[in-house]
Each structure stands twice: as C-alpha cells, then as structure tokens.
C-alpha cells in the first residue's frame, strides 16, 4: 500500500505534492477545475483535470498505483 502524500497548499491556486508535482486550480467553461501536472525543468505534461482537489489527488494516485 503506498503512503499518504502529502500536499501543501502555497496559495489559493497552487499545492506543492511529491517532487515535479502540482496540482492548480482553474476557471474553465464557468468552473472551477484542478489539473493534475508534473514538471521537470520548463517542461511539464498535465495529467487531467478533475472537479474537485480530493479527485485530482485521486487521479495522482492512480498514475503511480
């Protein structure tokens, strides 16, 4: 079983998890959205976008289950 990640909000559209990883919330299509993304250096691949934090740090569970 793989151990609890932990997220760290830095501001009110950006948490900080594991190394290269962030999730930050967006204004989409009248929503609120949080993508999932992981960066190295400048260049970052975004993972989805999820309706709510809880799913999007759902979603980064999945990537690396």
């Known amino acids: 079983m793989m151990a609890e990640v932990e997220w760290t909000q830095r501001d009110e559209y ?3 998890g594991p190394p290269g990883w962030t999730i930050c919330r ?7 959205q949080y993508e999932l ?6 260049a970052g691949t975004i993972y989805g976008m999820r309706a ?4 999007a740090q759902d979603l980064y569970r999945q990537k690396l289950g």
């Open 52 to 55: 709510s934090l809880t799913a």
């Open 26 to 32: 967006v204004f989409v299509d009248g929503m609120w």
């Open 14 to 16: 950006y948490w900080q």
């Open 37 to 42: 993304w992981f960066s190295r250096g400048d």
